[in-house]
């Protein structure tokens, strides 16, 4: 069985910083693409950022670039999203979840597989 652990949310000002982490088990950790996802209310859920465990590449969309650095601890099986620069407009869910299929994988809602309940991580301004 998957399982997904989120951590690491919490309140910051704006301009601060935030450290999410990923805690996953119940599949071979190191083959697959895992990402962060979040959602505005009353938008879709959007890719952040992901990593291929397999290949190490990672993807990070445009308005995070610069901002946000995706890591994995492969000794503990934990993606970590380090969160700088935050501002009130991010939105404050933030989803982990696993692809489908080994390998590499795009950064998309539609291909991950698994999926954690979320981390509340809220910028006041």
């Known amino acids: 069985e998957v399982r997904i652990v989120e951590s690491g949310g919490g309140l910051v000002q704006a301009g601060g910083s935030l450290r999410l982490s990923c805690t996953a088990s119940?599949?071979?950790?190191?083959?697959?693409?895992i990402g962060w996802f979040r959602q505005a209310p009353g938008k879709e859920r959007e890719g952040v950022s992901c990593?291929?465990?397999?290949?190490?590449?990672?993807y990070y969309a445009d308005s995070v670039k610069g901002r946000f650095t995706i890591s994995s601890d492969f000794a503990k099986n934990t993606v970590n999203l380090q969160m700088n620069s935050l501002n009130p407009g991010d939105p404050d869910v933030y989803y982990c979840?696993?692809?489908?299929?080994?390998?590499?994988?795009?950064?998309?809602?539609?291909?991950?597989?698994?999926w954690g309940k979320g981390t509340l991580g809220t910028v006041s301004s």
């Open positions: 979840a696993v692809d489908g299929y080994r390998g590499t994988a795009p950064c998309a809602y539609n291909g991950m597989a698994y």
């Open positions: 119940g599949f071979t950790f190191d083959d697959y693409t």
């Open positions: 990593i291929s465990n397999s290949e190490g590449s990672t």
